[in-house]
Structures are given as C-alpha cells and as structure tokens.
C-alpha cells in the first residue's frame, strides 16, 4: 500500500542526574567531592533509506521515545549515555512541526539529521566545589530531551509530472514512454497513487516522470484523489499537462484545461507558474478537426506548446519527450524545502524562558538564547566579556537572579563558564 502522509511522537532521552558523592579512602582523611556527572540522553535520528518508497511502517508504529541517560555515581564516573533511536524514512521525506506546520528538515538527499535531541546530563557535585566551597553537597538534575508531535508528508523525487482529468491516457502514456507498469483501465481513478518511470533519452540521459492520480474540479478542496496527490507535483521541475482531446466524455478541452490548473494555483500559486507543455492526447480517436484546432491556438494564446498524441499508436510521444528533456536542461535542480522550524525555535528561544537553578550559593543557567549569545563570546578579552555582561542586564536575566534572590558574591554558572555576580551600583 502506497502511504505518503504519517504522524509520529518522538521523545528524546532525559540526562541522567549528578552524583553527591565524597570520596572516603583509608588514611585519606579530606578525599573530597567526586560524584560524576549524569549521562546524555538519547537522539532520535531520522535517516535515509533509499529502498524505502513509502510511509508505509508509520501506520503500526507511531511512538519513538529514546532511551534516558544513567545517573552519575561516586568516583567520578560520568553516567552511561542512553542509546540514539534511528527512524528511517524514504528520501524526498519532508517533516514538519505538527504545531505549527513549520518545516523542520526536507530529507531529500540528507543522510542523517537529529530531529529530537536528547538532554544533557546533570553535573556531579565535584563540578561544584571551590577552595571556599569544598564539600558541595548537592548536584544538577539532569534536563529532559526534546519532544514534538510530527507530520511525515512523502513528496515524489520526480522531474516531470503528468497532470490531467482522470482517464486522459495519464498512465497509458506513463507505460509507453518509461519502465513503468502501472494499472490501465477505461475508466475514472484507476491511479490509485502516483506512479513513477524513468524515461531513457538518446546519449544516456534520462529523466523521472510520475503520473499523478486524476485531478478534478474541486481538488483542492479534498474533491476526488487530487487533494491527496497534488504534494506530489511540488518538486515537479516540468509539467505535462494531458488533456483528452477526443472529448469523448463531452467535456470541453479547453475547460478541462483550465479547470485542472484552477486547482492547482488553489494549492499553490508556484505551482501553478510551474512551466507547462500539453499533450493533447488520443488524437487517434479525435473526430472533431475544428475542435482540436481551436484549443491548439487557444494553448498558444497562452504561451503553451501543445503536442497533439497518441499513447495507443505512439503518435507525437517521442517529440513530446524530446521537448520535456530538452527544456528540463535549461530548469534549476529538484525543488528543496528550506527550514523554518529552527528559525522559528531561535525566535521563541528567549531570556524569559532561560532555566535559572540555585544550589546554596551556586546559581546556573541553561537554555537555547544564552547558548547562542555565549558561542560568540571570548572570554579571554575584557571587552567581549562586558558585552556579554550587558547582553545579560539588557534583556532581564540579572533581574530574574535578582527576583530569585541572589546575592553578591553568589557564582554564577553558564554552560561551564563561572563568574562571581555583583549587583550594578
């Protein structure tokens, strides 16, 4: 069964917590803190599998939770970090935010990327000691990992696109131009899902064409099979548009025309500014010489060259396929997804949401805003370091310590970098 739209759940692994911990050794009488640090935890990595073409294995298994990271124990052993989970998806997968809808990675061409990252592991209480502060009896829990509901949506890896009323000859023509074998009947939404060939031109080229579940009027507003296939046609670099031209079904061919592509600028209006050729297919069993020549010279009002054909007795297909590998030479590569998702963390990644923990006198700060700010900062150079100091008065972090009850003198620890806080005079 073809599947090309999947929900899941992933949930990375929580970081093991720190060990309080003292060393107690004969005839070693101040041994000192040495409780370890908790464990990372476990990604959820989503990957490529080229031999996969379908979201099929997402219909029965839905939830994705890696494992969490071991706690830290005393002797200074760091905790076990938890195991990654890999998901694997086919390629020309794009995941998005089920939230907000936001892309969070097109896997098209990608390898690997991490789509939940697990949480760093608490620190042990021997990260905490100082020459005035020698038995810290406290350590930082662990964090949790990342969590998110997310939407799989399998866009086709296809050049071309055939696009049409259903039973124009979409996937009569598909089977004489490619290696495909689709299913070919005479009548209405026997293309139950899209189904791709590769076509072999002269000199070793070759391109991938899909035919496109039969569209119809109303498609994108979920009428018919279209509203689930026109994705599909997003990466589409060329369209052929098939349109009976026998209208051996009373229809109009220069309706039918029109009202595919109607449809398609509903969905998106890039789609519908997508370069068009059209096929006016089953000339064989056209009987109507006016007909076929008004809507040839209403396709070139339009700037359209129409190829007039005939999939049954292969009339004008190899001058359509010409055409299509000659103006694909000159069109930019497969249609990318560019990330929104992150763009859109950075912006909610603010002071107010910064983590702020106190142990006794200790005081730490985590979150994703003054990791950020902290990459760029050189701590060696006393200007960038009143930068930093300002970044931090500026944007209200030193009121929330404030607020929470810091007093001077108090240290206060960023991601491994300590300073001793003093209020602003």
């Not at 089953?282 to 070139?300: C, G, N, S």
């Not at 990318?336 to 106190?358: A, C, D, H």
């Not at 060696?380 to 300002?390: G, T, V």
């Not at 500026?394 to 491994?416: M, P, Q, W």
Request: charged fraction near 25%; charge should be negative; hydrophobic fraction near 35%.
């Amino acid at each position: 069964m073809f599947v090309d739209k999947a929900e899941i759940t992933v949930k990375a692994g929580k970081g093991g917590n720190g060990a309080v911990s003292f060393r107690r050794e004969k005839y070693i009488p101040a041994g000192g803190p040495d409780g370890g640090d908790g464990g990372r935890g476990g990604d959820i990595i989503v990957s490529v599998d080229t031999n996969m073409s379908t979201l099929m294995d997402f219909r029965y298994k839905k939830k994705y939770a890696a494992e969490n990271g071991a706690d830290g124990s005393g002797g200074m052993k760091s905790g076990k970090d938890g195991k990654d989970i890999l998901i694997q998806v086919p390629d020309g997968t794009v995941i998005r935010d089920k939230e907000s809808n936001a892309v969070i990675i097109d896997m098209t061409g990608k390898t690997k990327h991490i789509l939940a990252k697990g949480g760093s592991g608490g620190w042990g209480n021997a990260h905490f000691a100082t020459p005035t502060r020698q038995a810290p009896r406290f350590a930082k829990s662990g964090l949790p990992g990342h969590e998110l509901d997310a939407i799989l949506e399998l866009k086709l890896l296809a050049d071309v696109g055939l696009i049409g009323y259903p039973n124009v000859g979409k996937s009569s023509l598909l089977s004489v131009v490619s290696n495909a074998h689709p299913k070919i009947a005479n009548y209405h939404f026997t293309t139950l899902f899209p189904n791709l060939g590769v076509v072999y031109i002269k000199h070793g080229n070759s391109f991938i064409i899909a035919d496109i579940p039969g569209i119809i009027n109303g498609a994108s507003d979920g009428a018919g099979l279209g509203y689930d296939f026109l994705r599909h046609i997003d990466r589409c670099r060329l369209i052929i548009h098939v349109v009976d031209i026998s209208a051996f079904e009373g229809r109009d061919p220069c309706d039918d025309f029109d009202t595919i592509n109607r449809e398609l600028e509903k969905y998106s209006e890039q789609l519908a500014k997508r370069p068009q050729i059209v096929a006016a297919n089953k000339i064989d069993a056209a009987q109507d010489e006016a007909l076929t020549e008004r809507f040839v010279k209403y396709m070139e009002q339009r700037g359209h060259k129409v190829f007039l054909t005939s999939a049954a007795t292969k009339q004008g297909v190899a001058e359509l396929i010409n055409a299509a590998a000659q103006i694909l030479g000159g069109l930019p590569p497969v249609k990318r997804f560019e990330t929104e998702y992150i763009e859109k963390q950075i912006i909610k990644g603010s002071p107010q949401e910064l983590l702020i923990e106190n142990f006794d006198d200790v005081w730490t700060i985590e979150g994703e805003w003054v990791e950020r700010i902290m990459a760029n900062i050189n701590f060696s150079d006393y200007e960038s370091r009143m930068y930093f100091d300002r970044l931090l008065r500026v944007n209200g972090v030193f009121k929330r310590l404030e607020e929470l009850g810091i007093a001077d003198g108090d240290t206060v620890s960023i991601y491994n970098t300590e300073f001793n806080y003093e209020r602003e005079n």
